[in-house]
């Protein structure tokens, strides 16, 4: 298996532009997760998905936020408008028992 | 209080050393134990997973829990310099997909040759 996979591997955009971040989970996982880590406050858990229905968002930080999971090989996590505090390494997970992570999605927003 | 503490280091050894990791947690609750290993650029990965208290060993790797001190630890024997990465313990109240894992803040760790 070729493991979770994420897109765009990093990103530079301007403040105030949307920003979408995509993952293709483990076939066959039924959880997924989106993560943000930064310096300051390590590995936060944004949002989880269970069998492609969002289960807790209250990591979310504002209405900026949002993240969806059409079908069960697919999610996205939308920024807009984008500020420079987003900046961070945005990672998704998909689990069936342990955690598996993608390789992250570096994003800055100047 | 964070849930989970962990001193970020920067921990640095001589290649062969014995590395010990440690992570302590506030909520008796959590009953599952495990430590990621971040290389640079790249996403975690599971190291380790243990259940409730006891010893784990998986190669130069041990893990121990100590519920009754809420304290887990990882110990690394002949450390390589491949070891160099930051590693991050987590917990879980429950086991399956759905669970929610909290983490800690990682330590940043340096194998010198």
């Known amino acids: 298996d070729a493991g979770v996979i994420q897109s765009p591997r990093h990103e530079v955009t301007e403040m105030g532009q949307e920003v979408t971040l995509r993952c293709k989970p483990i076939?066959?996982?039924?959880?997924l997760f989106w993560y943000r880590q930064t310096m300051m406050r390590g590995l936060e858990l944004l949002i989880y998905?269970?069998?492609?229905?969002?289960?807790?968002d209250s990591g979310m930080p504002e209405d900026r936020f949002s993240a969806k999971m059409p079908n069960a090989s697919f999610s996205t996590l939308k920024i807009q408008p984008s500020e420079p505090r987003d900046s961070a390494v945005y990672f998704c997970a998909s689990s069936l028992d342990s955690l598996y992570f993608g390789e992250g999605s570096w994003l800055t927003v100047v | 209080q964070k849930e989970v503490e962990q001193d970020p280091g920067p921990l640095s050894v001589p290649e062969g050393a014995i590395v010990s990791l440690n992570c302590t947690y506030s909520n008796s609750a959590f009953q599952y134990f495990m430590w990621y290993r971040q290389y640079s650029r790249k996403g975690p990965e599971l190291l380790m997973y243990t259940y409730s208290s006891g010893n784990k060993e998986d190669g130069r790797f041990t893990a121990q829990v100590d519920k009754s001190s809420k304290y887990i630890s990882l110990f690394i024997r002949d450390s390589q310099p491949s070891d160099s990465a930051t590693y991050l313990c987590a917990m879980s109240f429950s086991s399956g997909s759905a669970r929610q894992l909290t983490f800690g803040s990682g330590t940043q760790l340096t194998v010198l040759p």
């Open positions: 998905f269970n069998n492609n229905v969002p289960i807790d």
């Open positions: 076939s066959g996982h039924n959880s």
